[in-house]
């Protein structure tokens, strides 16, 4: 199946990050109106001496660079990880030169230096997080010796210890470290979080659909139940009058088993779960697959079917294991059947395998394959390998409108099967559909070997405690 694999997955994720061009900027002004009101408070409130024009040179870099970012790039942009990463990179070592013109480590505002590394840890990817913290980090130890004064109150210098400032350090670092693993834990528990309600939605609309066409279903039952007993009758009547020699005898008969048959499948559909028959409450693997393509025998091509353990499996998991018999799966096999048939060159191979964990069957055709521009919405309601065009209908092709498919897939899901779509080799050709369950899972509801025995006996001798 023609899916993106876990490598290509693993560059989109970290190409790209979850950091628009419009957060980055926004956070950025709220940044530049604090330093300016935290120099304006200070310099002109309070009084205290400070270097101001070298610090307005950078707040001002700061307010530049977002006119230059929101002139050069849309709003909604979506920055890749290396841009991001460079963005806030310039915004820690912004705010760490504003810390050396005031303080550095002393300067209140220090721990400010961890809202860059926060910002990454829940948008980017770790690496690119790690390489922001140990920027930070590095930045901030710096401003442990190096740095201008504190401005404070003129002909008064305030000076903290040296064993004091380096505490400072080891709280800013140990906040910047925790506030990011608690940043991108939340980050991913909301990602995850995320994906299984896409997933959950996605069930459900495929459950929705599924009950929509059950009620087709039910509602064709009904309504073509009076036109087949009809044509039965008709058939049954010509029957009587033509010849049993007569080549329209043979015809006639064909005809009229084709209705039976229709009503059958008509009576399958309508009939509800709980009706199952008590002599056939359990199959094997084989049985199932032999009554799924016992209707497509005759269609010219031949159908191999074969069912064997796994490799080195050991007793008792060497015994074929059997099931509870459920209409949704012999249909699903059904109908995976019928269009390997319908696809195929000469031959279809049904294959059965099964260990101790899982229960596999593989179906392949020598046919043309699935088209690689429909692999990952096959299954997908209306979506189709067959041709649409009259002139193709009319000459007899294959054509269909993709809900068989659907509806196959969707019950041998609900029975807790995982499929899997694939072309194979250029030498054999043709498409495969592997369908896999954990035994356990397969097994589930079937009555052991034997136990119907045991359980007569019981019964015969009285209750049993």
């Known amino acids: 199946m023609s899916v993106t694999n876990d490598e290509e997955r693993w560059h989109i994720d970290h190409a790209e990050s979850r950091l628009r061009l419009q957060t980055i900027v926004r956070l950025r002004w709220f940044a530049v109106l604090g330093q300016l009101a935290a120099i304006g408070i200070v310099y002109l409130i309070f009084g205290y001496e400070l270097p101001v024009g070298p610090c307005l040179t950078f707040v001002a870099l700061s307010a530049w660079l977002n006119v230059f ?115 991108w834990r939340l980050s991913k528990e909301a990602r995850q979080m995320s994906a299984a309600l896409a997933a959950t939605e996605s069930v459900l609309a495929r459950e929705q659909k599924l009950h929509a066409l059950d009620g087709l279903a039910a509602a064709a039952a009904h309504e073509l139940g009076t036109p087949l007993a009809t044509i039965t009758l008709v058939t049954k009547e010509l029957e009587r009058e033509v010849p049993k020699d007569s080549p329209l005898a043979e015809d006639l008969a ?50 191999r079917i074969a069912a064997a353990p796994a490799a080195g499996a050991e007793p008792p998991f060497d015994r074929e294991p059997t099931g509870q018999r459920r209409p949704g799966l012999i249909f ?27 229960v596999v069957v593989t179906i392949a055709d020598d046919g043309p394959g699935f088209p690689p521009d429909v692999m990952d919405t096959l299954g997908e309601p209306y979506v189709t390998t067959r041709p649409q065009e009259k002139a193709t209908v009319a000459a007899g092709a294959p054509s269909g409108l993709g809900l068989g498919f659907f509806i196959a897939k969707t019950l041998l899901e609900r029975s807790g099967a995982t499929l899997t779509l694939a072309n194979r080799d250029r030498v054999q050709g043709g498409a495969m559909v592997r369908v896999a369950w954990p035994r356990a899972v397969f097994e589930a509801g079937a009555t052991p070997f034997g136990s119907e025995r045991r359980q007569g006996e019981a019964r015969d001798a009285g209750p049993y405690r």
């Open 69 to 183: 970012l929101r002139v050069r790039y849309p709003a909604r942009h979506r920055l890749s990880a290396r841009f991001a990463t460079g963005m806030l990179a310039y915004d820690v070592i912004q705010l760490a030169i504003l810390l050396y013109l005031t303080g550095g480590i002393e300067n209140q505002f220090t721990f400010l230096i961890v809202a860059p590394v926060t910002v990454s840890a829940a948008t980017l990817p770790p690496r690119h997080t790690i390489f922001l913290g140990a920027v930070a980090i590095v930045a901030t130890s710096l401003l442990v010796p190096f740095h201008w004064p504190l401005p404070w109150a003129q002909g008064e210098t305030l000076e903290l210890p040296r064993l004091y400032r380096i505490g400072l350090f080891a709280s800013v670092a140990a906040a910047m470290m925790f506030q990011a693993l608690y940043a």
């Open 254 to 303: 064909l005809l009229r088993s084709q209705a039976i048959r229709c009503r059958e499948i008509l009576q399958q559909l309508t009939r509800r779960p709980t009706e199952q028959d008590p002599m056939h409450g359990t199959v094997s693997v084989t049985q199932i697959l032999e009554e799924a393509a016992a209707p497509y025998r005759n269609r010219g091509k031949e159908i």
């Open 332 to 358: 699903g096999f059904g109908n995976l059947v019928q269009n390997a048939v319908e696809f195929a060159g000469k031959q279809v191979h049904v294959s059965a395998e099964w260990g101790p964990r899982e």
